[in-house]
């Protein structure tokens, strides 16, 4: 009796009727109004990152002047820099200044000398225990005060050229430093 009832319902309530085909907006089938769509968002997306990109690197100083750019190498040729091989086995040297109270010093020298120079170079890797002594002294024997500084920094690449010179029988051309670093404790 009870199936009865159940028999009776219309089954197919919930279900939707299919469409005979597809419905049209205007003059334009669906589809192209569908690609339509899809094609505008894509565009809006595209400018969206470029607007950003564009904002972006111009707040991060992507747009910098002429000025702030470093100069090529061949800049650096043309300025009357000599190009130089450059001997760069000595590694940092450490110690204490001459300061009350000490600070301690890394620097990593390098020592400038001409193209194709073998024989500097080779009494250099001779010599290269005198030359990180002399460098250590050379510290070791003065302040912070007389050594921190971009004119106090010349003219300590400048006295060292000299030193080693006189170590030398060889001439060196350039002392530069990749590490050059007072730290107080």
Same mark, same amino acid.
């Given at each position: 009796?009870?199936?009865?009832?159940?028999? %009776?319902?219309?089954?197919?309530?919930?279900?939707?009727?299919?469409?005979?085909?597809?419905?049209?907006?205007?003059?334009?089938?669906?589809?192209?109004?569908?690609?339509?769509?899809?094609?505008?968002?894509?565009?809006?997306?595209?400018?969206?990152?470029?607007?950003?990109?564009?904002?972006?690197?111009?707040?991060?100083?992507?747009?910098?002047?002429?000025?702030?750019?470093?100069?090529?190498?061949?800049? $650096?040729?043309?300025?009357?820099?000599?190009?130089?091989?450059?001997?760069?086995?000595?590694?940092?040297?450490?110690?204490?200044?001459?300061?009350?109270?000490?600070?301690?010093?890394?620097?990593?020298?390098?020592?400038?000398?001409?193209?194709?120079?073998?024989?500097?170079?080779?009494?250099?890797?001779?010599?290269?225990?005198?030359?990180?002594?002399?460098?250590?002294?050379?510290?070791?024997? *003065? %302040?912070? *005060?007389?050594?921190?500084?971009?004119?106090?920094?010349?003219?300590?690449? *400048?006295?060292?050229?000299?030193?080693?010179? *006189?170590?030398?029988? %060889?001439?060196?051309?350039?002392?530069?430093?990749?590490? $050059?670093?007072?730290?107080?404790?």
């Amino acid at each position: 009796m009870s199936d009865e009832i159940f028999d %009776s319902e219309d089954e197919g309530g919930g279900e939707e009727q299919p469409t005979t085909g597809k419905k049209r907006i205007g003059f334009l089938p669906a589809i192209v109004i569908d690609i339509l769509k899809w094609s505008a968002i894509v565009i809006g997306a595209i400018i969206f990152i470029v607007v950003t990109v564009i904002i972006t690197v111009r707040i991060m100083g992507g747009g910098q002047t002429e000025a702030t750019r470093l100069p090529l190498q061949s800049e $650096y040729e043309r300025a009357g820099a000599e190009m130089l091989d450059w001997f760069s086995q000595i590694g940092d040297v450490r110690g204490t200044t001459n300061d009350e109270p000490r600070r301690t010093f890394i620097v990593t020298p390098h020592i400038g000398y001409l193209p194709g120079d073998d024989a500097t170079l080779q009494e250099m890797i001779r010599r290269e225990i005198q030359i990180r002594e002399a460098i250590a002294i050379y510290f070791s024997s *003065r %302040s912070v *005060r007389e050594l921190e500084g971009v004119e106090n920094r010349e003219r300590v690449k *400048r006295e060292l050229r000299e030193q080693v010179n *006189r170590i030398m029988t %060889s001439r060196v051309r350039d002392v530069a430093f990749s590490r $050059y670093e007072f730290i107080e404790f």
